[in-house]
Nanobody, 123 residues
Framework: QVQLVESGGGSVQAGGSLRLSCAASGYLACMGWFRQAPGKEREGVAAIFARSGSTYYADSVKGRFTVSQDKAKNTLSLQMNSLKPEDTAMYYC???????????????????WGQGTQVTVSS
């Protein structure tokens, strides 16, 4: 069983930045960030293959968000810049036992989830 604990959420004005962190009790093949806004489906935001360091992003955050890992500390991070009101959501850290490139931003690939941290961006 892998436990994931997110931190770093908060409130910020549009154009601002936040950095989310995820402390993992174990580090699996793929780690990712998802978000869910009220009334919407949970969607993949960014992911990283632990072994290769390859990163993947949703089109909506490319160029603004950066996912990174510190395997020595079992920590996953998400640097979010140029935040927009539409980025407002609960953000979740997730871990997968196996990686599949075609499903890297799909909820179905992930086995473990954190409790989430709220990000609110005001206009």
């Amino acid at each position: 069983q892998v436990q994931l604990v997110e931190s770093g959420g908060g409130s910020v004005q549009a154009g601002g930045s936040l950095r989310l962190s995820c402390a993992a009790s174990g580090y699996l093949a793929c780690m990712g960030w998802f978000r869910q806004a009220p009334g919407k489906e949970r969607e993949g935001v960014a992911a990283i293959f632990a072994r290769s360091g390859s990163t993947y992003y949703a089109d909506s955050v490319k160029g603004r968000f950066t996912v990174s890992q510190d395997k020595a500390k079992n920590t996953l991070s998400l640097q979010m810049n140029s935040l927009k009101p539409e980025d407002t959501a609960m953000y979740y850290c997730a871990a997968a036992l196996l990686c599949a490139g075609s499903r890297v931003l799909s909820r179905s690939m992930y086995n473990y989830w954190g409790q989430g941290t709220q990000v609110t961006v005001s206009s």
